[in-house]
C-alpha cells in the first residue's frame, strides 16, 4: 500500500470517488436512462414505419406501373382493332361507291346512246322530209318547164 501512496493513490479519496460514482449511476439509471431509452425506441419506430411505408410504396409504384403498361398495351391494341375496322368499312364503302359509280356512267352513257339514236333518226326523218319535198319540188318544176 505504501507504493501506492507514494505515487498519490488515496484509497480513501478512491472510495468516495467510486461511491460518488454508482450515486451518478444510479441516478443516470433511474430517470435519464429511461427517457432517452424511449426517444430512442420512438425514433426506431419511426424509422421502421418510413421504411415499411416505402416499401409499401415502392410495390405500390410497380404495381401501378404494370396496370399502366397494361392499359397502354390494350390501348394500342383497341385502336389496331378500331384502325382496322374503319379500313374494312372505308374498303366496302369504297366498293359500293365505284360499283354506284360505274352504274351511273353506264346509264349515263346508255342514255347518251339513245338520245344519239334519237336524234340520228329525227336528223334521218327531217332529211328523208326535205329530200322529198326537194324531189316533189325539183319533178314539179321539171314539169312545169316541160
Do not use: C, H
Amino acid at each position: 500500500m505504501e507504493i501506492l501512496s507514494n505515487i498519490g493513490f488515496d484509497w480513501q479519496v478512491a472510495l468516495v470517488n467510486f461511491l460518488n460514482f454508482l450515486i451518478i449511476f444510479w441516478i443516470l439509471k433511474k430517470y435519464v436512462f429511461p427517457k432517452i431509452s424511449k426517444i430512442i425506441s420512438e425514433r426506431k419506430e419511426f424509422i421502421e414505419k418510413g421504411v415499411k411505408d416505402s416499401e409499401e410504396a415502392s410495390v405500390l409504384l410497380s404495381e401501378v406501373g404494370e396496370k399502366k403498361d397494361k392499359l397502354i398495351k390494350d390501348a394500342k391494341i383497341e385502336a389496331s382493332e378500331y384502325v382496322k375496322k374503319s379500313q374494312e368499312s372505308a374498303k366496302s364503302q369504297e366498293t359500293v361507291i365505284v360499283k354506284g359509280a360505274k352504274e351511273k356512267a353506264g346509264e349515263i352513257i346508255e342514255k347518251g346512246v339513245r338520245d344519239g339514236e334519237d336524234q340520228k333518226s329525227k336528223i334521218i326523218d327531217s332529211a328523208q322530209n326535205d329530200i322529198s319535198k326537194l324531189a316533189i319540188l325539183a319533178t314539179e318544176k321539171i314539169l312545169r318547164e316541160k
